[in-house]
């Protein structure tokens, strides 16, 4: 399965992954379908805007629990009247866009940082892996509602712990993937014939490392994405009038007592079927690069 | 192992120092907001507001104050709320056992359901209850504990009626009946994920270990089945299940916040959300301390227990 290393010395053919395009009808129909609804969503963050959606944060208290399928409001209304539809849109918007740039954040910072140490080695690498440690036995969601509480809730504090609280998992990851990656014979060719360590780092052994990086990303997503939906479930997440999933759950959870269940259970489901295809499809794509997970 | 111990030890004093800078600095560095100084109403007078910051030590620099703070801290004193007057460490006290009563409950059901199901789909596996298990396990880890939580509610609270969304807290000595019946549906939204991540990991562990010669060779001497399950493999492929189990008991402290808050059962997370909520600022940092120390010092002793029971890594080191 290895490619054999070609006369690129210092810039391999993804050595360790099977050949691109073998195997291609095993991914399965779940993988596929989880891979429309995650298109699916995702377009609907970028294009939120451009739908012909009503406002998501229009009240009007007269048009209130409209059943799923009512005349120009296709999953009905909430409490205060406004579009469920248009809201669950909004929410995705936020979703993504917190969950692909703390992702983003961290690959990018925890890639460079741990290559970076992992290679150097010595006294740094000790020093830092002691900080990563360190930052990783805090329980982050205490440290999160602690910080919120004292920073002030705000999407662009909320992006900012999500990074803090990311890089450290990435650093630790990307620094094993390197340990390993170090002593193969083409990182050794490209020391040898005296690439410089800068060249090795960012040319020769970041590639590989990012793409571990980015299929424990996909998982990593949903995580994110559970971890805003737990702090506006508790109120503490970006606050109203933007609608967050989480958010409309808990609001939804008041309807209760009215007997009305879809405010909450549309939000819940969009939140459950986008964290599996996540998960589906980062698994799917582990295995097919043989990413062990015993790497972590 | 005596110097892994020594090495563990300092780990976990120097991650405990750090846990309560934190939190100590998180009060400390907000300006103007100092809840001592609240005490004093809004028409103090500006001599009157200097008076009480000399005498609190206030003004004095951040390591001093840290010291003293600290001092008080290892006596049991973590201040007073800042709008019940109460005492943390007595509300502290108070909400305990209701997290923990949570944590530990939620942890026993699932290694009740966990054991029997990873070893049954790990001896079969590949066969249709496997299929299930897995399946089931992979969309339940998909599904945070509040999903959960909404869920079991709709059902059983909105439409069938048959228990409580909202339960009163009763305690287990004062109505042991009630007690539970009321925890049934928080208990059962924490447990379904502790079931689904023991039974994944238990599972594959087991799937090893039956490829070992000791069990071939079991076998071979025609033992039964379930003596070579339960006795030879077992043990042998609990161990990493176990450390997930103690790494849940201090996930559990934190993710008790979610399933009180939905329950309104008054744990220590619902008690943490309402400060942060009200801005009782001396509140959240003395819950911080205790639930993030509390964290740190069960992560490490799991770290230890593992080293220990474990003779492969014990060798190893």
């Known amino acids: ?6 006369n690129e010395v210092d810039e391999p053919v993804a050595p360790d992954h099977p050949r691109r395009g073998s195997a291609a009808g095993t991914l399965g129909t779940l993988f596929w379908l989880a891979v429309a609804w995650l298109v699916l969503v995702v377009a609907t ?22 059943p799923i399928g009512s005349d120009g409001h296709l999953l009905g209304t909430d409490q205060l009247g406004r579009d469920i539809l248009a809201r669950v849109a909004e929410g995705a918007r936020i979703s993504m866009f917190i969950s692909l740039l703390t992702v983003a954040v961290g690959i990018t910072v925890g890639g460079v940082v741990g290559t970076t140490v992992g290679y150097v080695g010595g006294r740094i690498e000790k020093a830092a892996m002691a900080l990563v440690n360190m930052a990783l036995s ?21 992006v900012l712990v999500f990074c803090v609280l990311a890089i450290p998992g990435y650093i630790r990851f990307a620094r094993a993937s390197t340990l390993t990656l170090k002593e193969r014979d083409w990182v050794l060719a490209s ?32 995580a994110v994405i559970v971890a805003e939906g737990v702090i506006a479930f508790l109120g503490v997440g970006v606050p109203p009038p933007t609608a967050t999933w989480g958010q409309m759950i808990a609001d939804g959870q008041r309807d209760f007592d009215d007997d009305v269940i879809h405010t909450a259970l549309i939000p819940a489901t969009a939140m459950f079927l986008t964290i599996l295809s996540l998960n589906l499809v980062g698994d799917g794509l582990r295995r097919r690069l043989q990413v062990r997970e015993a790497q972590i | 192992m005596g110097r892994i111990l020594g090495a563990k030890l300092v780990e976990l004093i120097v991650v405990l120092a750090v846990v309560s800078l934190v939190s100590f600095a998180m009060l400390s560095l907000v300006p103007g907001d100092n809840p001592e100084l609240r005490m004093l109403g809004d028409s103090a007078t500006p001599e009157a507001v200097a008076d009480l910051r000399a005498e609190l030590g206030l003004d004095d620099p951040f390591p001093q104050r840290y010291g003293r703070w600290l001092g008080d801290v290892l006596q049991g004193d973590l201040g ?130 039956l490829q070992l010669d000791y069990i071939q060779t079991a076998r071979a001497k025609g033992m039964p089945t379930r003596f070579v399950l339960l006795r030879h493999a077992l043990p042998a492929a609990l161990l990493s299940m176990l450390t997930l189990v103690g790494l849940q008991v201090a996930g559990a402290m934190t993710g008790a916040v979610v399933i009180e808050q939905i329950f309104g059962l008054p744990g220590l997370g619902r008690t943490l959300l309402l400060a942060i909520l009200s801005r009782d600022l ?25 080293r220990l029971v474990d003779p492969r890594i014990r060798r190893a080191s």
């Open chain 1, 1 to 6: 399965m290895r490619a054999e290393p070609t």
């Open chain 1, 45 to 66: 963050a970028v294009f939120a805007g451009l739908l012909p959606l009503p406002d998501p944060t229009r009240i009007s208290p007269g048009r209130k629990y409209l």
């Open chain 2, 80 to 209: 007073r709320s800042t709008t019940s007057n109460q005492d943390v460490t007595a509300i502290i006290a108070e909400r305990l056992p209701i997290t923990l009563q949570l944590a530990a409950m939620s942890l026993a059901i699932g290694l009740l359901f966990a054991v029997p199901l990873g070893v049954i789909s790990a001896w079969r596996a590949g066969g249709w209850i496997d299929r299930i298990v897995t399946s089931t396990s992979f969309a339940v880890l998909s599904l945070p504990s509040f999903l959960i939580a909404i869920v079991l509610i709709i059902v059983f609270a909105v439409r069938l009626r048959v228990l409580p969304a909202a339960p009163a807290w009763v305690p287990l000595t004062e109505d042991p009946i009630t007690n539970l019946r009321n925890l049934i549906l928080p208990v059962t939204a924490m447990a379904l994920g502790e079931i689904a991540v023991l039974t994944r990991v238990l599972r594959s562990d087991m799937i090893d270990v």
């Open chain 1, 191 to 222: 020391r040898m014939i005296g690439a410089k360590d800068r060249r090795i780092v960012f040319r020769v052994l970041l590639p590989d490392v990012l793409v571990t990086l980015i299929t424990f990303g996909l998982l990593a997503i949903g």
């Open chain 2, 282 to 306: 001396v509140v959240v940092q003395g819950l911080v301390l205790v639930i993030a120390g509390a964290y740190v010092v069960v992560n490490s002793l799991v770290d230890l227990a593992y």
């Open chain 1, 138 to 158: 805090f329980p982050s969601l205490i440290l999160l509602l602690g910080v919120i509480a004292f920073a002030g809730q705000s999407l662009r504090n909320i």
